[in-house]
């Protein structure tokens, strides 16, 4: 039997508790470092697929490692399950309607991608048994995407240093290989300390610690003069040091994200804003501690890897969406904002015509492959891949979980993921990384050439944008709750 047909037939005959699993996790929405009851129903899953499960890695106790099979070439799913905060839904409704007394959402479709990643890892497992080949599939439970940059931290403790290769996906309203990158970041807080004074008496014994964030916000905004184009440094105030205008603060804080193409430009760019950091202080008599937060490397996509992985989508096919399907993502259509529904339907009509574009919007899911395309001008987020991307070849998909023209971190999204219209995107999801990792089981060539072009990238370094000293921001009570439910 071929690849594909096994692959198919692996995923088909789990889709039931591949639903179950999904729903499990998309109604326990969990933020991120909490998904405690998300991560475990992952690893009992996994487990009960014959899968040896270490859980607790790199200091996170809602990461996880399950792995199959012996030998190389190894290849690495990656899972996420964090959901988002303010996007609570109820499931396959197209009007707002939160779920009473929940207040966290999977807005961005991580409960889909979590569960068609697991599906790819046990389809690979079948395919191994199968055929008997030599090759081990690891599925990696990576929790904290969204706030946290879960798998920084897993890169750093070393997690993906033997792999061979790395895929996985995204849900969004089309089908495509990832071609593009992301931004590097940086997330850092700067704190200022003074001494209180009386602002009217005594003005001249204080020390002012807002005085330094407002000099230092000064100094970054004309800074943006003189950095590449493409960085972006934004901020907020954690802390202004009191209610009383008549107190100098003697305390104060406030919080950059930093990011740029490239992880070495960003880190150029921390260096720059640490000195006017310095400058702020020295100004005002405070003092500034630097504490870095974390960060994320820009995503490299891998040209060999994600090539192949084009090729499987190709040989899968688009989510099979019926006419229900097309209803159901008809009425998400029009719950979405009048504006952006209207640029949608623009872009459709100068894409294809207006006959064409009214046929689309009766039933906007997306049932076609876009090209291969390296030449797509860079995302302006930042995503956590990005740093296993400079330890091992990788290469992501984009497969349509909701309706043409929805966009991420929103209700809609959460609605429509736990839904048919989520299922048989995670479900394809499932078919098209598992056909990937199998083409590289049988040639385990192509591995070799991925990690030449990761080495003439990168150089072979990568530089962990998180110091040694950052610990995973874990909230309090997660690892005692996390040892209660037996993770």
């Known amino acids: 039997m071929e690849a594909k047909n096994i692959v ?3 995923v088909a005959k789990r889709a039931p508790a591949l639903r179950e699993l999904h ?9 991120g470092y909490e998904e405690v009851q998300s991560a475990l129903a992952l690893r009992d ?5 014959g899968f040896a499960v270490e859980t607790g890695v790199a200091g996170i106790p809602t990461a996880f490692v399950a792995s199959y099979g012996s030998g190389k070439p190894i290849i690495g799913i990656l899972a996420e399950y964090d959901a988002l905060s303010q996007l609570s839904q109820q499931p396959a409704c197209p009007t707002k309607d939160p779920i009473p007394g929940q207040e966290g959402g999977h807005g961005c479709g991580h409960s889909a991608l979590g569960t068609g990643s697991a599906a790819a890892a046990v389809a690979i497992k079948d395919y191994l048994d199968a055929t008997g080949k030599s090759g081990t599939v690891r599925l990696y439970g990576c929790p904290a995407e969204e706030n946290g940059w879960g798998k920084t931290f897993m890169a750093r403790a070393g997690l993906y240093d033997d792999l061979d290769c790395a895929f996985t996906w995204h849900p969004f309203d089309n089908n495509a290989a990832w071609t593009f990158s992301s931004l590097a970041n940086v997330s850092v807080k700067f704190k200022f300390f003074g001494r209180t004074a009386h602002a009217a008496a005594a003005p001249q014994a204080g020390r002012s610690a807002l005085d330094s964030c407002e000099i230092m916000n000064v100094g970054v905004n004309y800074l943006r003069e003189h950095v590449i184009p493409e960085a972006r440094m934004h901020y907020a105030y954690l802390d202004v040091g009191g209610t009383s205008p008549n107190v100098v603060q003697d305390h104060a804080c406030v919080h950059y994200f930093l990011r740029a193409p490239k992880s070495a430009q960003v880190q150029e760019i921390l260096a720059r804003v640490k000195d006017i950091a310095k400058g702020a202080a020295l100004i005002c008599g405070t003092e500034c501690v630097c504490e870095i937060q974390s960060g994320m490397s820009d995503y490299i996509p891998n040209p060999t890897m994600t090539k192949l992985l084009y090729e499987s989508l190709v040989e899968m096919g688009a989510p099979e969406f019926d006419e229900a399907d097309g209803e159901l993502a008809a009425k ?3 719950s979405l904002d009048d504006e952006l529904r209207q640029q949608v339907v623009n872009g459709l009509v100068k894409r294809y015509g207006e006959e064409r574009a009214k046929e689309i919007v009766a039933a906007p899911l997306n049932k076609a492959i876009d090209p291969l395309d390296f030449n797509i001008v860079p995302v302006a987020g930042s995503t956590d891949v ?3 991307s400079y330890v091992t070849p990788t290469a992501q998909a984009m497969i349509a979980g909701f309706c043409i023209g929805t966009t991420p971190h929103t ?5 429509q993921t736990d839904s048919s219209i989520g299922e048989k995107g995670y479900l ?8 990937a990792a199998a083409k590289v089981i049988d040639c385990p060539e192509m591995a070799a ?7 003439a990238e990168t150089g072979g370094v990568y530089n962990c944008p998180a110091p040694d000293d950052v610990l995973p921001p874990i909230p309090e009570g997660v690892a005692q709750r996390a040892k209660e439910a037996g993770l």
Request: glycine share 6%.
């Open 8 to 10: 198919k037939e692996a």
């Open 23 to 31: 729903h499990k996790i998309w109604e326990s929405a969990e933020l």
């Open 428 to 435: 394809k999801a499932g078919e098209v990384l598992a056909l």
């Open 45 to 49: 899953f996994m487990a009960a697929e």
């Open 332 to 334: 998400f259509f029009h």
């Open 449 to 455: 050439k991925a990690r030449e072009e990761l080495v």
């Open 411 to 415: 209700w809609q999204v959460t609605g």
């Open 386 to 388: 990005g740093d296993v």
